[in-house]
């Protein structure tokens, strides 16, 4: 059972994110032989003011 976490800033549409989702199990499923029923996409969002780089 394929497990994929992604962490997003927020700000993406639901339809954005439903895409990302079939997409990725998509390419996952093609790439592994595992069932899509068996793939788990785990989308972790943040806010903005939660993220930097470079300090």
Known sequence: MPIVHIDLIAGRSQE???????????????????PAEHIHVILS??????????G
Request: glycine content about 6%; cysteine-free.
């Open 45 to 54: 969002e943040m806010q903005k003011n939660r993220y930097s780089v470079g």
């Open 16 to 34: 954005q994110l439903k895409n990302l989702v079939k997409d990725v199990t998509d390419v996952v499923s093609k790439n592994t032989g595992a």
